[in-house]
């Protein structure tokens, strides 16, 4: 066992504030675990563990400054002492403006006023890739030495990537999303340059490396290579001030930064207001970027992984996704499940084909389900109601008109039949022939989709063994149905085979308790038992 003492890496500046402590004295820690973020004037770095072990100390605190050398803790590590973690500056390492005393000013000929196209590259980031994570330019503006050209973000930095020079942008070569490495194309910037002294810019630590070798005044810089032209797409996008790792946590969340309220020092956004601004977000409900519960899905460049084809939305489908998404967040959802034995009633359907060819109507599983669900709807009359939009009323209806979801090319589509409890089988079957031609036709008339009290969704043509349907709120239950199969079941002396229909029953827990959800199946699983309760 062994004590590590981590200390402040070179950070490329004079000091840096320590803005967060990722860990607690006697935590253990993993070997590159992020332990404090470091903030500078530039760049916002986070500092890893250079081994595992036992947090014994933290001799930092949240505002204090800290220079390259200074302790950040120590830990207690099985393995053999190791560097410290000073691979962190190369991260964090950009070239910036510097102060007075780190600037050497190079005589220029007397020469009239000129104008000349200067192209920027990305510079030395300390990684091999890094994200453009915003943008703070755009094709037309003026800028100054110093302004912030975009925000690039590895790992475990952030940085920003400051202009070197006065001039008017002209053209950039990145976007947002974009991964760039060193000596890709930023901007091109037009520049006017005087007759007055140039003073170039270089990092102190360049300056003191050349006055070692040279004990002369550091007197030349890196010159801007001039590249072809680019245009780009350009975008300035809002400025936030965050550490990589909220940054992370806000695009897998997906939530836009800019929206959420910050208590960190000098208003930055610390992980505490990521979470509390998404725990806010779910207890109103809707996505998080706008104030409800779901974050919006990230956005992915399918293209780069093969061959793609996109097609648009129908109208159908688009209104199914909103409702989907609308019932999803509004309604706690409970499903219950049980197993009708249907052998008798199925027997007795199939009985009736010769009937139904005479009328010229198919009797399907879906009339009689239909039939009892009205009955069990009557003798349980929550699940016949629904929540009034003040939140403080319940509506309960003395109608009984039952959704049918149908699957149509072009999406789901539920018409209703209305008065289900007062028609006989074959009024419904009738029904429901009638209407799920006219869905899958195209040819449904918007009030015969309205006013449902509840729902059935059958997937037993399809198959499947059980699912959780999303209650189409303001209803406060829809049933799902599986495909019927052939099981063994004991009667008391011996395994028979029987009929059995799989149910699923999603309900609204505000509306309906577990009680009433469990009398409701009950009810209906017996029903379905036999033929005589279709009368």
């Known amino acids: 066992m062994s004590t590590t003492q981590i200390s402040v890496p070179d950070i490329g500046a004079d000091s840096a504030e ?85 600037t050497a000013v190079e005589p220029a000929p ?24 915003e943008l703070s330019v755009a094709v037309g503006d003026s800028i100054s030495e110093g302004d912030t050209i975009c925000v690039a973000e590895s790992d475990k930095a952030s ?12 053209s950039i070569a ?28 270089i990092t102190a630590s360049a300056a003191r490396e050349d006055a070692a070798k040279t004990e002369a005044p550091a ?9 072809a032209k680019t245009t780009a797409p350009a975008g300035a996008s809002g400025s936030v001030y965050a550490g990589p790792a909220v940054r992370k946590l806000a695009r897998e969340l997906g939530v836009d930064l800019t929206k959420v309220p910050s208590t960190g020092t000098r208003g930055r956004i610390v992980k505490d207001d990521l979470h509390n601004y998404v725990k806010n977000a779910l207890k109103v409900g809707g996505s998080a970027d706008a104030g409800s519960g779901v974050p ?64 010229g109507i198919k009797m399907s599983p879906v009339a009689f389900l239909m039939k009892l669900a009205a009955k069990a709807l009557r003798e349980n009359p929550k699940f016949n109601s629904s929540i009034h939009e003040d939140g403080k009323t319940i509506v309960y209806r003395d109608y009984c008109h039952i959704g049918l979801a149908v699957d149509t090319p072009a999406g789901l589509m539920v018409p209703v039949i209305r008065d289900a409890d007062t028609k006989d089988i ?8 009638e209407l799920a031609t006219k869905a899958k036709e195209g040819k449904l008339k918007p009030n015969e989709m309205q006013g449902a009290s509840f729902t ?51 309900y609204d827990h505000r509306a309906v308790n577990g009680g009433d959800a469990g009398r409701f199946l009950t009810y209906l699983v017996e029903q379905l038992s036999s033929v005589d309760n279709l009368q």
């Open 18 to 102: 320590v803005i967060e402590i990722l860990i607690t004295e006697g935590e253990q820690i993993s070997e590159e675990q992020s332990i404090v973020v470091l903030e500078s004037d530039k760049a916002s770095m986070e500092v890893p563990a250079p081994a595992s072990g036992e947090v014994l100390k933290i001799h930092v605190k949240v505002g204090d400054q800290v220079a390259e050398g200074e302790l950040i803790a120590d830990i207690a590590s099985a393995d053999a002492p190791v560097k410290e973690s000073s691979a962190v500056a190369e991260t964090m390492q950009v070239e910036s403006p510097t102060s007075e005393s780190d």
């Open 110 to 133: 007397s020469q009239a006023a000129t104008t000349s196209v200067i192209a920027y590259q990305v510079p030395d980031i300390g990684s091999d890739e890094s994200e453009i994570i």
């Open 159 to 170: 940085l920003e990537i400051p202009a070197e020079a006065d001039g008017k942008v002209i």
């Open 174 to 201: 990145i976007a947002v999303g974009d991964t760039v490495g060193q000596g890709n194309a930023l901007i091109e910037l037009e520049v006017t340059q005087s007759a007055e002294p140039v003073v170039s810019t």
């Open 219 to 227: 007197q030349s810089a890196a010159a801007p290579v001039t590249l």
């Open 296 to 359: 919006s899905a990230p956005v992915v460049n399918w293209s780069k992984f093969g061959d793609i084809r996109t097609e648009p939305m129908t109208k159908i489908q688009k209104f199914t996704a909103d409702n989907m998404s609308r019932c999803w967040l509004n309604v706690p959802h409970v499903t219950q499940f049980d197993n009708a034995d249907v052998t008798d009633v199925e027997s007795y359907r199939q009985g009736l084909k010769e009937e139904g060819a005479s009328k």
């Open 426 to 433: 074959w009024e419904l079957a009738a029904d429901i022939i």
């Open 456 to 506: 059935i969704s059958s997937l037993g043509a399809i198959g499947g063994t059980g699912f959780t349907p999303i209650v189409p709120s303001p209803q406060v239950g829809i049933l799902g149905v599986s495909k019927t199969s052939i099981q063994p079941v004991w009667d008391g002396k011996a395994f028979i085979p029987r009929n059995l229909m799989p149910l699923a029953l999603s």
